[in-house]
């Protein structure tokens, strides 16, 4: 404990956020580039949806492994390990000639990603003790929630001025930025057990979380339905996975990832408040496009803007909500944030087609500190109650959960939105003008937010149970 007193934290934290940062950026950065890369490549739209759905599906599939990674490798090998996969896959990608080795860099971008984000809470968890983990855990919030907030805009500007390689190039200096930085300052913080590796839970693991991934993210897909065999297979067959993987973690003596973190009920707790939270997240962003371009006929580029003061706003924030968590607690922010997300999603429900970019901004904007409340003080508060050794597997369990609830939500809001939009379609006796269709995307946009507001009742409720949390002793 005392090595770990005599080591400079800063350094440390800095080195991996740069590296977090541009590998959580990537993940929304090349969204908004896909009509342009339709053009470019000479595919469909349906084939480039890999770019985003292969991604999703990799850093699914990695982040419960990372459970078992953390305790074969070093911080110090797992962070540039994860860093130069990344760059590598960057790199590719920026000079890729063609969709399929595109594809690779990102699946290659993806796996260093999957491997970043639990080494980043796991060193934190280590380094910080509770009394001072909420300002270290919001710097980490300041990178999840802001850098993909800020992706389709930045995107955005570097396509009015560059063709889309430069969306990966730009990101190549703070690639190797981070690769030194790292290389310079990052000490090892995390003991190297080697726990024995169980293979079939491995496997079971990947075709449960990759499944369950890959059928929810096609379910978001407009041309598939529920009953496409490319959405239901996957499901049943990461269901079935799921809860095989589950019984052998249960009955294993040394679990690649120990489900026994749901025997504290704080940690429960947030883990299920943080999945509502996620899931009103990840939908709202992608309906608030649909919504801006379907319906208000703004541009890419001026979606973007209209997104980027809530994104900005966001990653001030949450270092300052860590710092109230670390002075007042949990309640006193996860119970207003909750409030305040209540009342954000009722005025989504009430949005016309007359409403105002200004009022979409204020929304947005009140929507992200809503988030900055709940999130990060959440899931510090949860993790606070696990014993040490159950680190790895708490984060873990939490990145994959988010990662998953993050393709839930997305495709049943898109789900709902569809089907609202094709009810008031079918209610027309002519062929719809542009402003009915309009009106029709208002509508299946209007029906989402209402599952979104019954989502926002239950995180108020859950939240009045939450109570500070501390560490049991080893």
């Known amino acids: 404990m005392n090595e770990l007193q005599q080591i400079k934290k800063l350094p440390i934290l800095i080195s991996l956020i740069i590296g977090a940062f541009f590998s959580i950026l990537n993940e929304t950065l090349l969204n908004i580039a896909l009509p342009q890369l339709e053009i470019s490549l000479d595919v469909s739209a ?62 290659l971008q993806a796996g260093g990603a999957g491997l970043m984000l639990p080494v980043l809470m796991n060193t934190i968890l280590v380094l910080y003790p509770p009394e001072k983990r909420g300002a270290a855990m919001g ?95 996957p499901l049943i067959i990461g269901g079935i996975s799921l809860l095989l993987f589950v019984i052998r973690q249960i009955n294993s003596k040394e679990p690649m990832l120990d489900l026994r973190v749901f025997k504290f009920p704080m940690f429960t707790l947030t883990t299920v408040l943080l999945i509502i939270a996620m899931m009103t997240m990840f939908s709202t962003m992608l309906l608030l496009p649909f919504l801006m371009q379907g319906v208000f006929a703004m541009t890419t580029f001026a979606a973007g803007l209209v997104l980027l003061p809530g994104g900005l ?33 009722w005025l989504f429900t009430r949005i016309s087609i007359d409403t105002t970019s200004t009022t979409l901004i204020v929304l947005h904007v009140l929507l992200m500190i809503a988030i900055a409340m709940i999130m990060m003080p959440a899931q510090t508060n949860g993790l606070n109650q696990l014993p040490r050794r159950m680190y790895p597997h708490g984060t873990a369990v939490l990145n994959t959960l988010q990662q998953i609830s993050g393709a839930i939500g997305v495709a049943l809001f898109i789900s709902i939105m569809a089907s609202g939009q094709q009810a008031f379609l079918g209610r027309l006796t002519a062929e719809p003008t542009p402003v009915q269709m309009a009106e029709s995307l208002l509508s299946g946009i209007h029906n989402s937010f209402v599952v979104g507001l019954g989502f926002a009742i239950l995180a108020l409720l859950l939240s009045l149970f939450i109570k500070k949390t501390s560490a049991p002793q080893d």
């Open 46 to 107: 349906s084939t480039l949806q890999w770019l985003a759905t292969g991604y999703m599906l990799v850093v699914g599939v990695l982040i419960p492994v990372s459970a078992l990674l953390v305790q074969w490798f070093t911080t110090r090998q797992m962070f540039l390990g994860a860093m130069i996969l990344f760059t590598v896959g960057t790199l590719i990608c920026g000079i890729a000639p063609g969709f399929e080795v595109l594809l690779i860099g990102r699946l």
């Open 313 to 345: 706003l966001n990653g001030f924030i949450s270092p300052i909500t860590g710092r109230l968590f670390d002075k007042f607690g949990p309640r006193a922010l996860v119970i207003p944030g909750t409030c305040l997300l209540l009342i954000i999603m």
């Open 139 to 233: 710097s980490i919030g300041l990178v999840i929630m802001f850098a993909p907030a800020i992706g389709p805009t930045l995107s955005g500007l570097i396509l009015q001025v560059a063709e889309w390689r430069w969306l990966f190039f730009l990101v190549l200096p703070f690639a190797f930025l981070s690769i030194i930085v790292s290389y310079i300052f990052l000490k090892n913080v995390t003991p190297v057990t080697k726990p024995k590796v169980d293979v079939l839970s491995i496997l079971l693991s990947t075709l449960g979380f990759g499944g369950i991934v890959f059928g929810f993210s096609n379910a978001g897909k407009s041309e598939l339905t529920w009953s496409s065999p490319q959405v239901y297979l």
